[in-house]
């Protein structure tokens, strides 16, 4: 079933490629930072450059890539912001989960992406959202920040969800398609792990 993928991962852009293992110490997805109307699209994203295809168009490797490694950068940034920004132990050790799952993703992705044919170099420049809500996330201290990454981590997750999930279903890659369904379980866990947090 294709899905449209008109997320433009922008904070959180595809956490996809840091929930690369199958239990709930992982974390993908979510570079998000501010939950807007529309879910991610300011939360999650990717570069300008790297927008997702037109509505009911599959990503392609290079565009699917490119959110996967912009989505972990936003990831790792906006979860290393909790050290010193969170109150909630809970919020803390989720973010710890969340860096060393992005930065598990990260190097599993470019290994895959180094061995096509011909290689590829996955683009982790951050969009304009996924800067924005950055900045936003660090204006924040404390209970304000704590709800403001446990909104953007849930609206992140269930983004990186459904564009994996259409990945995994139409996606013009082989290994990335397998890259993407083998993260579906624990993006769930982590969606869930996220909400938990409100």
């Known amino acids: 079933m294709t899905m449209r993928l008109t997320i433009l991962l922008a904070g959180t852009a595809l956490t996809v490629a840091a929930c690369g293992k199958h239990d709930t110490t992982n974390d993908m997805t979510a570079n998000n930072a501010a939950v807007t109307d529309n879910g991610m699209t300011a939360a999650n994203g990717m ?10 168009e599959p990503l392609t490797a290079q565009s699917f890539a490119n959110a996967a490694a912009a989505s ?31 930065t598990e993703s ?37 209970a304000a920040f704590d709800s403001a990454y446990a909104a953007a981590q849930v609206t992140a997750h269930q983004k990186t969800l459904d564009a994996l999930k259409g990945y995994a279903a139409s996606g013009d890659d082989a ?14 866990a982590h969606l869930n792990m996220a909400k938990a947090l409100k």
């Open 72 to 102: 972990d950068r936003f990831e790792i940034e906006s979860s290393k912001l909790a050290a010193g920004q969170a109150s909630s132990a809970a919020v803390k050790k989720f973010a710890t989960k969340m860096i060393s799952a992005h």
């Open 47 to 56: 570069a300008d450059e790297n927008a997702m295809a037109p509505a009911g």
């Open 175 to 188: 290994q990335l398609k397998s890259f993407a369904s083998g993260l579906i379980p624990t993006v769930t």
């Open 106 to 142: 990260t190097a599993k992705l470019k290994g895959i992406a180094a061995g096509m044919s011909p290689a590829m170099t996955p683009d982790d420049t951050l969009s304009a959202d996924q800067d924005a809500a950055l900045s936003g996330l660090k204006d924040q201290k404390g």
